[in-house]
């Protein structure tokens, strides 16, 4: 039987599934009976249990409540980016779903189901669990289940039998992996697919994970088409500039330069506020059809930029200095990174050695990109990449060693050399 880590299978292709089964039963009612299981959870499943306990899930609940209105479900469809990923989610995953006596199901990131279609059979076992288009499929609703724990971990899942935590799942498996936007690291949903649970096999997990892929490299294309298409409108604009500008799209990725060395992204533009560009110093964005016009402002031309951390503020930020001092508000996670980068220097750290750093392993490689993603949403052009570095000529204050205490613990400290 497979061992109780974090490993995405539920299984070995070795895996005597009526046995297996069986234990994860006795596993299941020891658990809620108080008792220590005599068979070890992995720890994905142990971490969602606790979650679901505390979330007050009945191990024996059936009623749901009641799905979206069918109305409801389309506007959702509509407006959901996977929507344009659709044929290619559908080629990768639904002849095989229907092969395999499978259901391809995808929900939005808040666990909303968006589309399920598949093997007919298994849609109609779908139906009388209330897995429907419109229902709520995380954990604080339907317990323990592959698409509610990847959401919830940020992380691809696989699940079978009894480690589903309502009794009524237990006859199925579900293996699920999380999209992500490719621009901004955000999660747009997950991509999964279950079936009977004698259909579990390892190898489901690099089929959804694959196609799950091909569907972001789908997004990253039709990204690449509309910054083509603002390029087409930042080329008259940027050659009636008389000093540096940039066109960027809504999320700070640049379409076009003058007067600047290559960038591909900055922060993101808000209207009407001021933000501070790398190279440019303070600007107020202007619109351009699909974009916005980042240029000097009047009272501040281009100036040296600085970067350090503010642990002691009240929500802890990182502060970029130039002709004025920029707060950005970070997270835990964020403020690590930047920690990392900092005293990593111009060589930089790759996905793996960041991921080292911050999980003790090198398999959280898609977590990190999208964090790198979103934190540079906030900083834009102050961050480089591939490796990843803080961007030539800003000046950085690194964080002091108590700093680094702080933020890392005792194991951390000095934070060079990483591995």
């Not at 070795?14 to 108080?34: K, N, P, V």
């Not at 002709?323 to 750290?349: F, K, N, P």
């Not at 961007?391 to 400290?413: H, I, Q, Y």
Request: overall charge neutral; proline content about 8%.
């Amino acid at each position: 039987m497979p061992h109780a880590d974090d490993g995405v299978c539920a299984v070995t292709r070795s895996t005597d599934l009526r046995q297996h089964a069986r234990l994860l039963h006795q596993a299941h009612d020891a658990r809620l009976s108080g008792s220590r299981p005599t068979t070890p959870l992995r720890r994905v499943v142990s971490r969602s249990w606790d979650r679901v306990l505390s979330y007050g899930v009945a191990p024996d609940g059936r009623s749901l409540d009641d799905p979206a209105a069918p109305e409801i479900v389309e506007q959702r469809r509509a407006a959901s980016p996977i929507s344009g990923v659709l044929p290619q989610l559908r080629a990768s995953l639904t002849a095989v779903a229907e092969d395999a006596e499978h259901i391809m199901v995808i929900t939005a990131a808040d666990g909303f189901v968006l589309w399920r279609e598949g093997a007919v059979r298994v849609g109609r076992l779908a139906d009388s669990l209330g897995f429907l288009p419109g229902a709520d499929w995380t954990e604080a609703s339907v317990g323990t289940n592959a698409i509610g724990t990847a959401l919830a971990e940020h992380a691809s899942v696989q699940l079978f039998s009894a480690e589903h935590f309502v009794r009524a799942q237990h006859p199925w498996t579900c293996t699920a992996s999380p999209i992500h936007d490719p621009r901004t690291g955000e999660m747009l949903g997950v991509v999964d697919l279950s079936g009977p649970a004698p259909t579990v096999h390892p190898t489901t997990v690099a089929l959804v994970h694959t196609a799950v892929r091909l569907a972001e490299t789908g997004l990253w294309a039709a990204h690449e088409t509309r910054l083509e298409s603002l390029r087409a409108v930042a080329a008259p604009v940027l050659a009636r500039q008389t000093g540096p500008a940039l066109v960027v799209d809504d999320h700070g990725w640049v379409a076009a330069a003058t007067g600047l060395a290559p960038r591909d992204r900055v922060g993101v533009p808000q209207a009407g506020e001021a933000m501070l560009v790398h190279g440019l110093g303070a600007c107020l964005p202007d619109r351009v059809p699909g974009g916005w016009l980042l240029r000097p402002s009047d009272a501040a031309g281009p100036s040296r930029t600085r970067l350090r951390l503010d642990l002691d503020a009240d929500p802890p930020a990182a502060l970029v200095e130039g002709h004025e001092v920029w707060r950005h508000t970070l997270g835990r996670r964020h403020l690590q990174i930047v920690a990392l980068l900092m005293a990593a220097g111009s060589a930089g750290l790759d996905a793996a050695a960041i991921s080292r750093a911050l999980y003790d392993d090198a398999d959280h490689l898609v977590t990190v990109r999208a964090e790198l993603s979103r934190l540079r949403r906030v900083l834009g052009g102050l961050l480089a990449a591939r490796p990843y570095r803080i961007a030539p000529g800003v000046e950085v204050v690194p964080p002091s060693p108590e700093d680094t205490v702080r933020l890392f613990g005792a194991r951390a400290t000095p934070l060079q050399p990483w591995p």
